[in-house]
């Protein structure tokens, strides 16, 4: 899959379709990859493709913005539903870019990773998808682990890999079927369940850990703002020191502004240097447009944003 | 806020309410109910905006953050809206702002959104009495 990734970029290349390319390189170590824009033919032997290619592409997409000419783009079913969002949202238009689909077969978990083989992430030379396992290298040898143990949370419940038209796909995108042997929603509903009291102690702990690095806003698809809520002098909406009161704004006026737009690339709980459960917040947010709006984000380019319109029958019992 | 503040509400001592009343309805329904002499607690700090739709919900949730013990947005009636449509955006927002806060652990009882039109002088006072009370026998928002 990696040649043909290559062969089609070489190709767009020489067409002069492209300016460059966006797509996942090896990073500083063999068990890291990191996204790279590459130009020329010698840039395009870097790209690779492997189960641990997380990062949601995506949203390097917005700076061809700037371009005269299209950019190249590598996507996963599960973050292409980011960009049908952008184009939604218009940010860019479909003519900028091109689109290549990977058929992902599942991602690797590196905190699952540590933790089934118990080495740390350092150690391990590379990760291959082998069907119904992984085949990790660790040093001179290669262990089979099942999926069930690495996916990360979010391929459990892979679907709509095929919401957005490619430009041309790697193979056939077909959503992963894994058996996950609990709902979607199931850590949501554990929390829903508690009662009031230990749901505020618990997301206050979880709030007061926040250093406030804003790695989840940065990293976030749609924090395209060029000057954010958060950054506003006129008026202030935050106080700069990481305290708890602040911290709670900060994240609350996160969830609101994804409200109906996040589309559970689980990238900001993967970057949080504090190890928050940020998904669990923000899936709470999916499940509410869902059942709530009918709503779910990503899917389809002639719908309109949940918060942004309302219906006459919308519920009012507690008004 | 000074944090002396902060150490009101529940527990039989004063709540602080903030709430955002529309100017065509709700605002004209505090006025009547002024006018009227209507008894009601002192405990709201009215802030009159054009429309309820005019209250982003950031300003619920920081109001909350920061130490406010309730927050009561009062709009028209549905359908009665000075802007056409301005309250039936406030009614969603309201709908998926609550669901937000229950699941952070925040009394639902906190944040209120109330339909009150120019005329319903006394319903306005009997919200306020109402949630008043509600917020009076939760304990201190942020002690």
């Known amino acids: ?319 | 806020m000074a944090p002396e503040d902060n150490e009101r509400g529940g527990d039989g001592s004063e709540p602080k309410i903030l709430v955002f009343a529309c100017n065509w309805c709700a605002y004209a329904g505090a006025d009547l109910a002024g006018v009227s002499r209507l008894q009601m607690p002192s405990n709201c700090r009215v802030i009159r905006v054009m429309c309820s739709a005019r209250v982003k919900p950031e300003f619920v949730i920081t109001a909350l953050s920061k130490g406010l013990d309730g927050v009561l947005i009062l709009g028209c009636h549905p359908g009665d809206c000075h802007y056409s449509e301005g309250n039936y955006f406030t009614r969603r927002r309201g709908l998926f702002l609550r669901g937000l806060l229950e699941y952070l652990g925040i009394e639902p009882e906190r944040f209120q959104v109330k339909w009150v039109s120019a005329s319903e002088g006394a319903k306005f006072a009997e919200i306020v009495k109402e949630v008043t009370e509600k917020i009076k026998a939760l304990s201190a928002n942020r002690p």
């Not at chain 1, 390319?21 to 790279?36: D, K, M, N, R």
């Not at chain 1, 262990?143 to 979010?154: A, F, T």
């Not at chain 1, 309302?310 to 009012?316: A, I, S």
Request: hydrophobic share 40%.
């Open chain 1, 1 to 319: 899959m990696q040649d043909k990734l290559r062969d089609i970029v070489n190709k767009l290349q020489a067409e002069g379709a492209i300016e460059y390319f966006i797509g996942y390189c090896p990073g500083a170590g063999p068990h890291l990859v990191v996204p790279c824009f590459v130009a020329g033919e010698d840039e395009v032997e870097r790209l690779v493709w492997n189960p641990l290619c997380l990062h949601n592409l995506s949203k390097y997409i917005l700076q061809a913005r700037d371009l005269e000419g299209k950019v190249g783009l590598l996507v996963k079913g599960c973050d292409a539903r980011a960009i049908v969002e952008l184009l939604k949202q218009r940010q860019i238009e479909r003519e900028k870019m091109v689109v290549i689909g990977v058929p992902c077969q599942g991602q690797v978990d590196p905190a699952k990773l540590e933790k089934v083989l118990g080495v740390p992430m350092e150690k391990v030379k590379g990760v291959e998808d082998a069907g119904d396992a992984f085949l990790v290298s660790v040093g001179e040898e290669k262990q089979k682990v099942p999926k069930e143990q690495l996916l990360r949370e979010k391929c459990f419940y892979c679907k709509h890999p095929t919401s957005f038209e490619y430009d041309s796909t790697l193979g056939e995108m077909i959503p992963l079927s894994m058996d996950a042997d609990r709902g979607e929603f199931a850590l949501v509903e554990e929390l829903e369940q508690l009662p009031l009291e230990e749901r505020r102690a618990f997301w206050q702990k979880q709030f007061a850990r926040c250093i406030r690095c804003n790695a989840c806003r940065e990293v976030c698809y749609a924090c395209y703002c060029t000057e954010c809520i958060f950054d506003k002098k006129t008026p202030r909406w935050l106080d700069k020191p990481p305290l708890l009161p602040e911290n709670e704004i900060y994240h609350l006026i996160r969830v609101l502004h994804l409200a109906g737009r996040c589309i559970d690339c689980g990238e900001c709980e993967r970057v949080c240097p504090m190890r928050i459960p940020l998904s669990r917040l923000y899936k709470k947010v999916q499940k509410d447009v869902a059942e709530l709006f009918n709503y779910e984000a990503g899917m389809e380019l002639d719908e309109v944003l949940p918060l942004v319109t309302f219906e006459l029958d919308d519920q009012d019992s507690f008004m």
